[in-house]
């Protein structure tokens, strides 16, 4: 099950990480979220990550403004999977 610290973890270890389901994952917020896009402190994910998955149930504390980030820092993401903020 993924946290915050999970996500922080994720985003300095595997830099070449391509796709990470975290949806249904209650434990994550916008702050964890931040970490994994290295908007504050950059990391190689952001060149390699283009699948995440953050939807369905328990993702009701992810916001519109941290998947913003994601979009913008992690440049060669092309889905959010089940992220149901779309369109």
């Known amino acids: 099950i993924a946290d915050d ?3 922080g973890a994720i ?3 595997l830099t070449q990480l391509r796709y990470l389901d975290i949806h249904g ?3 994550i917020t916008p702050e964890g979220l ?5 908007s504050v402190s950059p990391t190689s994910l952001c ?3 283009q699948h995440l998955d953050i939807g369905g ?12 980030l994601l ?3 992690l440049r060669k993401l092309c889905s959010l999977g089940s992220y149901g903020h779309v369109g």
Do not use: N
């Open 5 to 7: 610290e999970m996500l």
């Open 11 to 13: 985003a300095r270890c």
């Open 25 to 27: 994952s209650k434990r």
């Open 34 to 38: 931040c970490a994994l896009s290295g």
């Open 47 to 49: 060149c390699s990550l």
């Open 57 to 68: 149930a328990g993702s009701e504390g992810i916001t519109v403004d941290s998947v913003a």
């Open 71 to 73: 979009l913008v820092h």
